[in-house]
């Protein structure tokens, strides 16, 4: 007995959904098919009705990662809470953000990996970075908008920066005076 087409996009959309954590969590290579395919309660044989390869899944969860700022900005527009420059900031450089990296922005939990991957993850990475980009710059004051993309460069490179090396160390401690120093700096220089 068949699936209907909205059962085989509903398991589609789950597969994705946990693969995106599981990647950001463990990175590209950190978990298989088999193990992904058990956590979805599928076959690894269901795989192949989803996906034609693995690296097809690859992009399309690392792209499913990609786009919670502009998802954010666009629920402000609709009447959703506000998003400003400085709690961009504070959302990013928090405990939480830090210990939950399954749930957390793609670029600090797999920058290293999307580096070393083919031209097709690099290529969906560039253009959500170009977006990000344009988001923060967006939030910035003034007309000048060279000086908002190279304050949105600065910005964005420094909360990609903070997070990684954040969860990088073992002195809580340590990783807290990193969050903490990043944004009062990047506060700061607006």
Same mark, same amino acid.
């Given at each position: 007995?068949? #699936?209907?087409?909205?059962?085989?996009?509903?398991? #589609?959309? %789950? !597969?994705?959904?946990?693969?995106?954590?599981?990647?950001?969590?463990?990175?590209?290579?950190? !978990?298989?098919?088999?193990?992904?395919?058990?956590?979805?309660?599928?076959?690894?044989?269901?795989?192949?009705? #989803?996906?034609?390869?693995?690296?097809?899944?690859?992009?399309?969860?690392?792209?499913?990662?990609?786009?919670?700022?502009?998802?954010?900005?666009?629920?402000?527009?609709?009447?959703?809470?506000?998003?400003?420059?400085?709690?961009?900031?504070?959302?990013?450089?928090?405990?939480?953000?830090?210990?939950?990296?399954?749930?957390?922005?793609?670029?600090?939990?797999?920058?290293?990996?999307?580096?070393?991957?083919?031209?097709?993850?690099?290529?969906?990475?560039?253009?959500? !970075?170009?977006?990000?980009?344009?988001?923060?710059?967006?939030?910035?004051?003034?007309?000048?908008?060279?000086?908002? %993309?190279? /304050?949105? !460069?600065?910005?964005?490179?420094?909360?990609?920066?903070?997070?990684?090396?954040?969860?990088?160390?073992?002195?809580?401690?340590?990783?807290?005076?990193?969050?903490?120093?990043?944004?009062?700096?990047? /506060?700061?220089?607006?």
């Amino acid at each position: 007995m068949g #699936h209907s087409k909205a059962e085989k996009t509903k398991t #589609h959309k %789950r !597969i994705v959904k946990i693969a995106s954590k599981r990647f950001r969590e463990g990175g590209l290579a950190g !978990i298989g098919i088999a193990e992904l395919m058990k956590e979805a309660g599928l076959t690894v044989g269901g795989f192949y009705k #989803h996906f034609d390869s693995r690296d097809d899944l690859v992009a399309e969860a690392v792209s499913s990662a990609f786009g919670g700022w502009q998802r954010r900005v666009d629920a402000a527009t609709s009447g959703g809470p506000p998003v400003s420059y400085a709690n961009l900031i504070d959302e990013y450089l928090n405990g939480a953000h830090r210990d939950n990296p399954g749930a957390g922005c793609a670029f600090s939990a797999l920058a290293g990996d999307i580096a070393r991957s083919d031209k097709r993850i690099r290529a969906l990475a560039s253009e959500q !970075i170009r977006n990000d980009l344009q988001v923060i710059a967006g939030l910035l004051p003034g007309k000048d908008k060279r000086a908002a %993309r190279s /304050k949105a !460069i600065l910005t964005f490179s420094a909360l990609v920066g903070a997070m990684s090396l954040a969860r990088a160390v073992s002195d809580e401690a340590l990783s807290r005076e990193i969050l903490n120093t990043i944004s009062e700096v990047l /506060k700061k220089r607006r």
